[in-house]
């Protein structure tokens, strides 16, 4: 399923351009457009999923790929060892502004311990 006013749909289909660093066909990692640290990827699964609260069991081994998929950019990306955090917000409170399933992977640098 994709929505054709979603941003991350849109991109996933190649209809607007983000710098790409991983695709399969599942899944595409890309930089964030507004980095908040060094490395600030957004990865998303290619299905319009609107939140972690669309994850049925079906999608279930897509999302476990996609975690495999951050794994693996953090070592890539160099931030492996040096530590990183992964980030899905979800809802209002949550403080999603996009609604597309989707996991930030920030790193590079000591980020605020803060959570929100
Ligand atoms: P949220 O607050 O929904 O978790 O985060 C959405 C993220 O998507 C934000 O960090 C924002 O900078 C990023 N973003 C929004 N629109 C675009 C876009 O068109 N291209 C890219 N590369 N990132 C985007
Ligand atoms: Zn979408």
Known sequence: ?????CIFCQI????IPSETVYEDDGLIAFKDINPLA???LVVIPKIHLRSLNDVTPEN???I?????VIRRLAEELGVAESG????????TDGG???GHLHFHLL????LNARIG
Not at 107 to 110: I, K, L, S, T
């Open 12 to 15: 996933a289909q190649g209809k």
């Open 64 to 68: 476990g790929h996609l975690l495999g």
């Open 84 to 91: 990183y955090r992964v980030v899905t917000n979800t809802g």
């Open 60 to 62: 279930e081994p897509l």
């Open 107 to 110: 790193g590079g640098q000591a």
């Open 1 to 5: 399923m994709q929505i054709s006013d």
């Open 96 to 98: 999603q502004v996009v």
């Open 38 to 40: 060094p490395v600030h």
